[in-house]
């Protein structure tokens, strides 16, 4: 495909930019050279002079060369994998019993067999295994961060490509390579990547959080509709296979697999969500759910013309002529309802009051009232010996109303603490009682139990409109979203999640305003832990609110959620300091769960990259989590680009949800020893080292913060088009207010990847250098999973790190001397930890045991490398423009410029 786009590249051209192709072969060949020759300065300097020799149309046109060709990469690598996925499962066809899913250690189909091998104290029984898979749930919430950089049109198009080159391969594997088929399969080819070419891509204006909801939402319903039923049918396959029979076939309505989403619900540091686009998203996700249902009950109309039925069936339906053929009859009713509520969502969508009616017998308001009638169906064939009618579209409808619902998935709501602390104290100096955020912790807990238990509402609605004075449009928008909540319809929304939660009153005061709005079945209440302050001081908060009856009362079947922030806790503390505070922190707060007998689900708020917890190997990933913390129940974000890399595509999609499956199950019922005392002195170590190095430089240095601005696309990233949020929480404020995502991602773009690693190195220096720690440590490594998976993925950043990289960036951009001297120690922290790292680990080279992540990088490193360039060379224009320019034509020109070589750097660093 590469080729391909060269030619087309070289024959599409426009006068301003004629030259394209010449000058990506030349930049790429100097690109190449460089790392031939050892990083050389000299041919490092031809490429920068040559970036500076081209005009600002031309750097934009070769940015966009080189994106695309990462872009095309991306697609092919997503191909290949699934192509040797198929060709593996292909080979095990000749079995006796084939396989549905890959009998490999990440997969169902080899975590299922491993298990039951298993013999004495740690020995599996069929049963455990059977009632693991249909109690257990991962729950998958799609966030709409600011790290997708394709368009969704884009998007759709690489989503082509790879549907071609899996026909390819059916050709192909045919003998038909030089057929007609071929020839057009290969003209649909090329026109697909001439459009990628020809079509701008280049967000012209912010997303609103709508678009944002629709973007995301596209995932599920062009890909999980279909890949998500598929795959659980391959589950009960394998269950069956595996276990013993159709008695362990996954029950039609077990729900291993669920998605929610905060796109729309996400408000926190976002002025843009506001409770009207809240409401909007969530009626527009039941218009979504309840079409794509229709289409499926309209097949099932057309497939399902039996006449046998069971009496109980045809007592339903009745005995006139229209319900001669009772499934049909019995279905378009089914449609009557769906259609009509469509309809009465739909009418939530105007700007009109509603005028549609809605009662249960209107409108399917949950999605047990569907169920039952689906399997109402189900089973009248299956008693009537017409099972076999009921295998394909009438179990996938059936499966996906268990998963999706009527909904198509719960929205979450998200806000920060102080905005309830705003609310109330509004409230109770509107009602003469003082100022709620004058009240020491423990007033506030007192008045809030008192409150929490009264049947009298403090405040009604719109009572706020008549003392503008004491309620500010913050506070009006906080009441009003919690009024929005209590209108929406049941399963709409799932939890409330708090973040900077920091004292047991900003978990409670969100059960109080919940409750004085009215909302009849109460939202979970999620306390989001996120600094490293926060994680030490969690098991407090919530010894606190587990000693308050009027907080225990209002928990429904005593069942609590926690979110862990693994971004701002990395931010503030480093990767490692981090990650074991993290660790720590679920295991004290699962124990005291079951001191308490509360049922505790963690919420990981995870990133795609290692520096915000991400894990490009997530089997490895959920069994490092602290043992018992997961017990079966497994939510967690995909954000950003990661929910395409995932779930774009079909096969891609299955197997995901495969290894997520396979995982919870492993981590249940695999014995995993937790740390010796000694490890866990060690760790504390580790920890307080490598903080007390990142905190040094990150926020004790005073010329870390003018580097960083200057070094790094920091400044430009909130002024692009890439996602509805501010950057920053707050409009004032440095690095502290600065959202971990624009934090991780203006360092990915210089390759310098500081986050993941600043403080890691003399940690471990340190400890390898003491006669004391030495021999421990290295045993550490070796024997736990855990702290060898977080080294390795160090490592791993490490190998795809690029210092020289990030000192052009300090050359080109940088002007103060002091900045440019920390640049220089900071390279030298890097160089530092490599060799600690390749101390500790035995190796040779960085990722030497990692074959397949030496390739890729070979392939892609010369062209990042010349976007790199590119890069700092536009910066360094678009800081000339005099301020009072505007938004001139250069300027615009310059950020689409900046803009594509983000996408083309993110697209060619992929997991970091």
Same mark, same amino acid.
């Given at each position: 495909?590469?080729?391909?786009?060269?030619?087309?590249?070289?024959?599409?051209?426009?006068?301003?930019?004629?030259?394209?192709?010449?000058?990506?072969?030349?930049?790429?060949?100097?690109?190449?050279?460089?790392?031939?020759?050892?990083?050389?300065?000299?041919?490092?300097?031809?490429?920068?002079?040559?970036?500076?020799?081209?005009?600002?149309?031309?750097?934009q046109?070769?940015?966009?060369?080189?994106?695309?060709?990462?872009?095309l990469?991306?697609?092919?690598?997503a191909?290949?994998r699934?192509?040797?996925?198929?060709?593996?499962?292909?080979?095990?066809?000749?079995?006796e019993?084939?396989?549905?899913?890959?009998?490999?250690?990440?997969?169902?189909?080899?975590?299922?067999?491993?298990?039951?091998?298993r013999?004495?104290?740690?020995?599996?029984?069929?049963?455990?295994?059977?009632?693991?898979?249909?109690?257990?749930?991962?729950?998958?919430?799609?966030?709409?961060?600011?790290?997708?950089?394709?368009?969704?049109?884009?998007?759709?198009?690489?989503?082509?490509?790879?549907?071609?080159?899996?026909?390819?391969?059916?050709?192909?594997?045919?003998?038909?390579?030089?057929?007609?088929? $071929?020839?057009?399969?290969?003209?649909?080819?090329? &026109?697909?990547?001439?459009?990628?070419?020809?079509?701008?891509e280049?967000?012209?204006?912010?997303?609103?959080?709508?678009?944002?909801?629709?973007?995301?939402?596209?995932?599920l319903?062009?890909?999980?509709?279909?890949?998500?039923?598929?795959?659980?049918?391959?589950?009960?396959?394998?269950?069956?296979?595996?276990?013993?029979?159709?008695?362990?076939?996954l029950?039609?309505t077990?729900?291993?697999?669920?998605? !929610?989403?905060?796109?729309?619900?996400?408000?926190?540091?976002?002025?843009?969500?506001?409770?009207?686009?809240?409401?909007?998203?969530?009626?527009?996700?039941?218009?979504?759910?309840?079409?794509?249902?229709?289409?499926?009950?309209?097949?099932?109309?057309?497939?399902?013309?039996?006449?046998?039925?069971?009496?109980?069936?045809?007592?339903?339906?009745?005995?006139?002529?229209?319900?001669?053929?009772?499934?049909?009859?019995?279905?378009?009713?089914?449609?009557?309802?769906l259609?009509?509520t469509?309809? /009465?969502?739909?009418?939530?969508?105007?700007?009109?009051?509603?005028?549609i009616?809605?009662?249960?017998?209107?409108?399917?308001?949950n999605?047990?009232?569907?169920?039952d009638? %689906?399997?109402?169906?189900?089973?009248?064939?299956?008693e009537?010996?017409?099972?076999?009618?009921?295998k394909?579209?009438?179990?996938? +409808?059936?499966?996906?109303?268990?998963?999706?619902?009527?909904?198509?998935?719960?929205?979450?709501?998200r806000?920060?603490?102080?905005?309830?602390?705003?609310?109330?104290?509004?409230?109770?100096?509107?009602?003469?009682?003082?100022?709620?955020?004058?009240?020491?912790?423990?007033?506030?807990?007192?008045?809030?139990?008192?409150?929490?238990?009264?049947?009298?509402?403090?405040?009604r609605?719109?009572?706020?409109?008549?003392?503008?004075? +004491?309620?500010?449009?913050?506070?009006v928008?906080?009441?009003?979203?919690?009024?929005?909540? $209590?209108? &929406?319809?049941?399963?709409?929304?799932?939890?409330?999640?708090?973040?900077?939660?920091?004292?047991?009153?900003d978990?409670?005061?969100?059960?109080?305003?919940?409750?004085?709005?009215?909302?009849?079945?109460?939202?979970?209440?999620?306390?989001?832990?996120?600094?490293?302050?926060?994680?030490?001081?969690?098991?407090?908060?919530?010894?606190?609110?587990?000693?308050?009856?009027?907080?225990?009362?209002?928990?429904?079947?005593?069942?609590?959620?926690?979110?862990?922030?693994?971004?701002?806790?990395?931010?503030?503390?480093?990767?490692?300091?981090? !990650? /074991? $505070?993290?660790?720590?922190?679920?295991?004290?707060?699962?124990?005291?769960?079951?001191?308490?007998?509360?049922?505790?689900?963690?919420f990981?708020?995870?990133?795609?990259t290692?520096?915000?917890?991400?894990?490009?190997?997530t089997?490895?990933?959920?069994?490092?989590?602290?043992?018992?913390?997961i017990?079966?129940?497994?939510?967690?974000?995909?954000?950003?680009?990661?929910?395409?890399?995932?779930?774009?595509?079909?096969?891609?999609?299955e197997?995901?949800?495969?290894?997520?499956?396979?995982?919870?199950?492993?981590?249940?019922?695999?014995?995993?020893?937790?740390?010796?005392?000694?490890?866990?002195?060690?760790?504390?170590?580790?920890s307080?080292?490598?903080?007390?190095?990142?905190?040094?430089?990150?926020?004790?240095?005073?010329?870390?913060?003018?580097?960083?601005?200057?070094?790094t696309?920091?400044?430009?990233?909130?002024?692009?088009?890439?996602?509805?949020?501010?950057?920053?929480?707050?409009?004032?404020?440095?690095?502290?207010?600065?959202?971990?995502?624009?934090?991780?991602?203006?360092?990915?773009?210089?390759?310098?990847?500081?986050?993941t690693?600043?403080?890691?190195?003399?940690?471990?220096?340190?400890?390898?250098?003491?006669?004391?720690?030495a021999?421990? %440590?290295?045993?550490?490594?070796?024997?736990?999973?855990?702290?060898r998976?977080?080294?390795?993925?160090?490592?791993?950043?490490?190998?795809?790190?690029?210092?020289?990289?990030?000192?052009?960036?300090?050359?080109?951009?940088?002007?103060?001397?002091?900045?440019?001297?920390?640049?220089?120690?900071?390279?030298?922290?890097h160089?530092?930890?490599?060799?600690?790292?390749?101390?500790?680990?035995?190796?040779?080279?960085?990722?030497?045991?990692?074959?397949l992540l030496?390739?890729?990088?070979?392939?892609?490193?010369?062209?990042?490398?010349?976007?790199?360039?590119?890069?700092?060379?536009?910066?360094?224009?678009l800081?000339?423009?005099?301020?009072?320019?505007?938004?001139?034509?250069?300027?615009?020109?310059?950020?689409?410029a900046?803009?594509?070589?983000?996408?083309?750097?993110?697209?060619?660093?992929?997991?970091?």
């Open positions: 495909m590469g080729s391909m786009l060269g030619r087309i590249i070289s024959t599409t051209t426009t006068s301003t930019t004629s030259n394209t192709f010449d000058s990506v072969e030349r930049l790429r060949l100097l690109a190449k050279e460089w790392r031939e020759n050892g990083k050389d300065d000299g041919t490092f300097a031809q490429m920068a002079e040559y970036a500076a020799s081209l005009s600002n149309e031309e750097i046109s070769v940015a966009r060369a080189f994106t695309h060709f990462l872009a990469a991306n697609t092919a690598e191909h290949h699934t192509r040797k996925n198929r060709t593996y499962m292909a080979s095990k066809s000749l079995e019993v084939p396989l549905a899913l890959m009998d490999k250690r990440d997969s169902c189909g080899g975590v299922i067999p491993e298990l039951l091998q013999g004495g104290e740690n020995a599996v029984r069929p049963s455990d295994v059977y009632e693991s898979l249909c109690s257990q749930q991962v729950e998958l919430v799609l966030t709409a961060h600011p790290t997708e950089v394709n368009k969704r049109t884009i998007l759709q198009k690489k989503k082509t490509v790879l549907e071609l080159l899996s026909k390819a391969d059916e050709i192909r594997a045919g003998g038909r390579d030089k057929s007609y088929e $071929a020839s057009l399969l290969l003209q649909d080819l090329e &026109c697909q990547i001439s459009s990628l070419w020809q079509s701008d280049v967000a012209r204006a912010k997303p609103s959080p709508q678009e944002e909801a629709r973007r995301g939402m596209l995932v319903e062009s890909v999980l509709w279909e890949a998500l039923p598929e795959f659980l049918e391959k589950l009960s396959y394998t269950m069956q296979r595996e276990l013993g029979g159709e008695e362990y076939a029950p039609l077990a729900c291993p697999i669920k998605f !929610s989403s905060w796109m729309g619900g996400d408000r926190d540091g976002n002025p843009n969500v506001t409770p009207d686009v809240t409401r909007e998203v969530v009626w527009r996700n039941r218009v979504q759910s309840a079409e794509l249902i229709i289409k499926e009950v309209h097949a099932l109309i057309d497939e399902l013309t039996v006449l046998n039925c069971t009496d109980a069936f045809r007592a339903v339906v009745g005995n006139s002529d229209e319900a001669r053929e009772p499934y049909r009859y019995f279905l378009r009713q089914i449609r009557h309802k259609e009509h469509r309809k /009465w969502a739909d009418s939530y969508l105007d700007d009109s009051e509603p005028t009616s809605a009662t249960q017998d209107d409108v399917y308001m999605k047990q009232q569907l169920l009638d %689906l399997i109402m169906v189900y089973d009248s064939l299956v009537t010996n017409n099972g076999n009618m009921t394909g579209r009438l179990t996938h +409808l059936i499966r996906n109303v268990a998963s999706f619902g009527v909904t198509l998935c719960a929205l979450d709501v806000q920060e603490s102080t905005r309830h602390t705003e609310a109330l104290d509004a409230i109770t100096r509107h009602l003469g009682i003082g100022s709620y955020a004058e009240w020491d912790e423990t007033t506030r807990i007192s008045w809030l139990s008192q409150e929490m238990t009264s049947k009298r509402p403090l405040l609605y719109g009572d706020w409109n008549d003392a503008s004075e +004491l309620f500010s449009s913050t506070v928008d906080t009441l009003e979203t919690f009024a929005m909540i $209590a209108e &929406c319809q049941e399963e709409s929304l799932g939890a409330y999640v708090i973040s900077q939660a920091t004292t047991p009153s978990v409670m005061a969100v059960s109080l305003l919940q409750r004085n709005a009215g909302v009849s079945q109460p939202l979970r209440v999620v306390p989001l832990f996120e600094t490293l302050d926060d994680l030490n001081g969690a098991t407090k908060t919530m010894e606190t609110l587990y000693s308050t009856a009027a907080y225990v009362g209002s928990l429904v079947n005593r069942k609590q959620e926690i979110m862990i922030g693994y971004s701002d806790s990395a931010k503030d503390a480093g990767r490692l300091a981090a !990650s /074991w $505070a993290q660790y720590e922190t679920q295991e004290a707060l699962a124990a005291q769960a079951k001191k308490y007998q509360i049922d505790l689900t963690f990981h708020g995870k990133g795609g290692v520096g915000r917890g991400g894990n490009p190997s089997f490895n990933a959920i069994l490092s989590h602290a043992p018992d913390t017990n079966g129940n497994f939510r967690v974000t995909e954000q950003g680009e990661m929910i395409y890399q995932n779930f774009g595509h079909k096969e891609r999609a197997r995901t949800l495969d290894i997520y499956t396979a995982a919870v199950l492993a981590e249940k019922q695999l014995e995993r020893p937790a740390p010796t005392e000694n490890q866990r002195a060690l760790m504390n170590k580790l307080q080292i490598s903080c007390d190095a990142y905190r040094q430089i990150v926020r004790g240095d005073d010329r870390f913060v003018p580097y960083f601005r200057s070094a696309p920091e400044l430009e990233l909130s002024s692009l088009n890439i996602g509805s949020r501010p950057a920053k929480r707050k409009a004032s404020g440095g690095v502290e207010s600065l959202r971990a995502i624009p934090w991780i991602f203006a360092w990915t773009q210089t390759r310098l990847n500081l986050p690693w600043l403080g890691v190195g003399q940690a471990i220096d340190e400890l390898l250098s003491s006669e004391e720690y021999e421990d %440590l290295r045993k550490m490594y070796k024997e736990w999973d855990s702290f998976t977080t080294i390795d993925l160090v490592e791993m950043v490490l190998a795809k790190s690029e210092p020289d990289v990030a000192k052009h960036y300090e050359d080109v951009l940088v002007s103060d001397p002091l900045a440019k001297e920390l640049g220089s120690e900071i390279r030298n922290v160089l530092n930890t490599e060799r600690a790292v390749l101390e500790l680990a035995g190796h040779e080279t960085l990722g030497e045991n990692n074959e030496a390739r890729v990088l070979k392939v892609r490193n010369p062209y990042v490398d010349c976007l790199n360039v590119l890069q700092a060379e536009t910066l360094k224009r800081r000339s423009v005099p301020d009072d320019e505007g938004t001139s034509e250069r300027k615009k020109l310059l950020n689409d900046l803009l594509t070589t983000i996408t083309g750097i993110a697209n060619g660093m992929g997991n970091t």
